[in-house]
């Protein structure tokens, strides 16, 4: 069952208007602290427990947990932790997954971003029942980040870039108004030269796209700048946001002799820019340092004018990877220690 079907791509896509390019030296950041106020155990037992969270939702009193290893869906009581329903496995049927990235709360319904499945995006109600899928026609883009603005149109990154006028684009528009489907936000220079190895760099092809009231902020792991365009995919700025910790690819990986050791031990030095986060204020953005299995997290967030500039910028270490911004300046990070998982709420301070 489909909740949504679309149309195919049009050959022509929005163009916008010119780009307010907003660049600088690297941003001078604050030292901050996290401050928790939150903490839930999940699960009472082993078996209870997500092998990998990478995203989580709060739809009532129920945490909605994606477990990407395990490919699956856990609700948890919000108050107690306890383990209330599993849905999902890995398949490629209707309701199972294959490479589970994001969720996103529609009401009360759960939609889960595939890359890799046929079902781009599939929607689940909060007991664990299979509803149908959604934008089926973005299944063979790779969707990897999901955003749903304030006119209702759909912003997904995608892994795969597709070809416009204007260069290759990485982001896909699903406007709701007739179906419409524009690209944008260009892929950066930097990704063409590390296309090749595309599959060995873990994350390292898994953009990210977050709605900033009628606006979606965009970007990519091998770049720090953020791409700003409005609900219907217009570019209007691109903001140089970078972080003095950060190390982009080196281009040692064009030398011919590549094996996976040396690949590794050139992704340890390198930073991704993984996630980016919208807030009332501005914005946060998630980077992650060393290799997949011993992964480093760090934090910067920034307030941002209307103009696209970013000011009072902060940054701090996290313990666990950020899944997403909540009401009142609050992060939430899964955090692991001792084999057990927990969900961790902190505050950010903006002062």
């Known amino acids: 069952m489909r909740l949504l079907a679309l149309p195919s791509l049009l050959a022509a896509f929005a163009c916008g208007q010119a780009l307010a390019q907003v660049r600088g030296a ?23 427990q997500p092998a990998d969270v990478r995203d989580a939702l709060l739809i009532g009193r129920r945490w909605i947990v994606l477990d ?71 299944a063979k883009f790779g969707p990897t980040g999901l955003a749903v ?22 982001t896909l528009i699903v406007t709701r108004s007739g179906g419409r ?15 090749r190895l595309k599959g060995q760099l873990q994350g390292y092809g898994f953009r990210d796209v977050a709605a900033h009231g009628s606006k979606f902020l965009c970007i990519e792991p091998v770049s720090p700048r953020i791409v700003v365009v409005d609900s219907v995919g217009n570019r209007l700025a691109v903001i140089d946001t970078v972080a003095a910790f950060y190390r982009p690819p080196i281009d040692e990986l064009e030398t011919p002799k590549l094996t996976r050791d ?34 480093r997290y760090r934090l910067f967030w920034c ?27 609050r992060l939430l990070v899964a955090e692991s220690s001792s084999g057990r998982t927990r969900l961790v709420t902190y505050r950010l301070s903006r002062r």
């Open 26 to 48: 690297p941003l001078r950041l604050a030292p901050s602290k996290l401050e928790p106020v939150d903490v839930l155990q999940l699960g009472r037992t082993s078996a209870e």
């Open 149 to 170: 603005g304030a006119s209702g149109n759909i912003a997904v990154a995608t892994l795969t870039g597709t070809d416009t006028t204007a260069g290759r684009a990485t």
């Open 262 to 295: 040396r690949i590794r031990a050139f992704q340890a030095k390198w930073t991704a820019h993984e996630r980016v986060f919208a807030t009332s204020w501005g914005f946060a953005s998630v980077y992650s340092q060393g290799t997949d299995s011993q992964p």
């Open 68 to 138: 990407a290893q395990a490919r699956r869906l856990m609700m948890y009581d919000s108050r107690t932790g306890v383990l209330l329903a599993v849905a999902g496995r890995w398949g490629a049927d209707d309701g199972t997954f294959d490479l589970p990235r994001r969720l996103h709360a529609a009401g009360d319904t759960i939609w889960v971003l595939d890359v890799t499945h046929r079902n781009a995006i599939s929607a689940f109600d909060t007991t664990g029942r299979f509803l149908g899928s959604i934008a089926p026609s973005l």
């Open 303 to 329: 307030q941002l004018a209307p103009t696209g500039r970013a000011s009072g910028c902060k940054d701090t270490e996290t313990v666990g990877r950020p899944l997403r911004m909540l009401s009142g300046d």
């Open 181 to 195: 489907i524009a690209a944008t936000c260009p892929e950066s220079p930097v990704y063409e030269r590390s296309r």
